[in-house]
């Protein structure tokens, strides 16, 4: 592939080895401006490793990770954060007895910490952001309703609109509709599609209905690596892939 194409995201070698073991192995991916990736492939073939590496969770081995310019691996987890990267994992990690509009505000960057956040002025700047980001999860109508009250399907909306208001460039999203149901499946597509619009996404995902909706392009992993990549209709129709995951 060209590497004289502007990618937001360049991942070359990447490996990681735990005790001899490796997760990932000599991976490389190639994100453009506002695509939609989507990564599949089995359970245990190092989806979330990846993820975990180039948020910083997981130290790499060997391989490089470039976002933006900058070289992530050798990064620590709050300055990739602060580089532009926001990462979902699959349970919500929202705060359960503040309310919807709390919840973002404490969100917004320039009150990372909660009291930090709330004792500081509602300004109109923080406001028009809260406001923006609850339209864009659907949530304009629950500003005041408790984080635990909202369904398991809001629930997740919030965690990504917690990240979307800290206006990342990439956001990763482990599982996003796991557990949901099939109408918030649908609205949760049409939410990713939104985002593209000023992000780049990368979406670990298994439900392949949801993976048609939304893929720009799917990459397959298998043991560590890369086994197939393309459109959803070419990654269904390479044997390799057949074998090893939709097969079965
Ligand atoms: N910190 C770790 N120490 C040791 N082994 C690990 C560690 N993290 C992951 N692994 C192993 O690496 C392999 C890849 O795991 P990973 O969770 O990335 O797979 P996955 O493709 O996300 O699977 P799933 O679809 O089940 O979530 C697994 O065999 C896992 O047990």
Not at 59 to 87: C, N, P, W, Y
Not at 157 to 183: N, T
Request: hydrophobic share 40%.
């Amino acid at each position: 592939m060209s590497t004289s194409r502007d990618f937001i995201l360049t991942v070359e070698g990447l490996t990681v080895s735990f005790d001899g073991f490796k997760a990932v192995n000599d991976l490389s991916l190639y994100l453009e401006h506002n695509e939609i990736r989507v990564i599949i492939g089995p359970n245990g073939a190092g989806k979330t490793t990846v993820l975990d590496l180039i948020c910083g969770k997981t130290r790499a081995t060997d391989g490089a990770i470039r976002f933006k310019g900058q070289e992530l691996t050798r990064m620590k987890e709050h300055q990739i954060v602060r580089s532009g990267v926001g990462r979902k994992f699959q349970n919500p990690s929202i705060y359960d007895d503040l309310t919807v509009f709390e919840n973002l505000e404490v969100s917004y960057p320039r009150g990372r910490s909660v009291m930090g956040a709330l004792a500081f002025r509602r300004d109109q700047q923080v406001l028009d952001a809260v406001h923006e980001v609850a339209e864009t999860i659907f949530l304009a109508d629950q500003l005041d309703c408790r984080a635990d009250l909202l369904s398991h399907g809001q629930k997740q909306w919030l965690e990504i609109g917690m990240l979307l208001i800290q206006k990342p460039d990439l956001l990763m999203l482990d599982e996003p509709v796991a557990g949901m149901s099939v109408a918030e499946r649908k609205k949760t597509a049409e939410l990713l599609k939104v985002i593209t619009r000023n992000h780049t996404v990368l979406v670990i995902e298994h439900d392949m209905q949801f993976v048609g909706d939304i893929a720009d392009r799917v990459t397959v992993m298998h043991q560590g690596q890369v086994l197939s990549e393309g459109s959803l209709a070419h990654v269904k129709a390479d044997p390799k892939v057949v074998e090893v995951y939709l097969g079965h």
